[in-house]
């Protein structure tokens, strides 16, 4: 069975400051993997997917992620931190074959101070 | 705009009583997804379907149902409401293709008072 971990339900970095937010999954097949972000009161929005091929993707507004197979792993970065990058982040999992279904992370509620 | 439309954007009702939340997804997706997000539950996945067949059941109560019409478009029919039911309902589409990503819809919120 596939499963997703996001280490830290709460993260606070400052303006300008790297962002790093791990996602770890489990999966006995290869995994298409995906980050979502939500803001306040609103729906989710697909931030960036790995499916094949080049193991680092780059998504919307400057954040990016590193498929490393080795260490199960799919951590979302961004260089520098903006105010507007406050939100709930997702962790998800699917593989083919599996019903087009997502396993879902429980979330990391990123906080960026001035 | 993920192009996923729900509605109502919010509903208010009583204990006990029972709502329809409707969903059109995105123009060609077959897929429909319905989702609770609460604070203390967090994302849930309900139920999935696929053009208008059920697919997949998630955490889903017994008092809770859906189904997918020939149009495409799906409904979230919530029954004997429970004061615990208040939360985000979201619906998402997924695309005909191998990679799985969902589109979400901007949510219903739902108040049980």
């Known amino acids: 069975a596939q499963s997703v971990t996001q280490l830290g339900s709460h993260v606070s970095v400052s303006e300008g400051a790297l962002v790093l937010l791990r996602c770890n999954y489990s999966s006995s097949v290869p995994p298409y993997l995906f980050w979502y972000v939500q803001y306040p009161n609103q729906g989710l929005q697909l931030l960036l997917k790995y499916t094949t091929g080049a193991t680092l993707v780059k998504g919307i507004n400057g954040f990016e992620a590193e498929f490393k197979k080795s260490e199960t792993s799919f951590h979302l970065t961004k260089p520098s931190a903006h105010m507007s990058d406050a939100a709930e982040y997702f962790c998800?999992?699917?593989?083919?074959?599996?019903?087009?279904?997502?396993?879902w992370g429980l979330g990391t509620s990123l906080a960026v101070n001035p | 705009d993920s192009g996923v439309t729900q509605t109502p954007k919010h509903l208010i009702t009583a204990t006990g009583q029972r709502v329809t939340l409707r969903c059109s997804p995105r123009s060609g997706d077959l897929s429909v997804y319905w989702y609770q997000q609460s604070l203390d539950q967090g994302l849930q996945f309900l139920i999935q379907?696929?053009?208008?067949?059920?697919?997949a059941k998630g955490n889903i109560l017994e008092r809770f149902s859906a189904q997918q019409f020939p149009d495409l478009h799906s409904e979230l029919n919530l029954s004997s409401l429970e004061l615990g039911d208040s939360a985000l309902y979201f619906c998402?589409?997924?695309?005909?293709?191998?990679?799985?990503?969902?589109?979400f819809g901007p949510g219903t919120r739902l108040t049980v008072t």
């Open positions: 998800a999992v699917s593989h083919a074959g599996n019903n087009r279904k997502l396993i």
């Open positions: 379907y696929y053009n208008g067949e059920e697919r």
């Open positions: 998402a589409s997924s695309p005909t293709g191998v990679f799985y990503e969902q589109y």
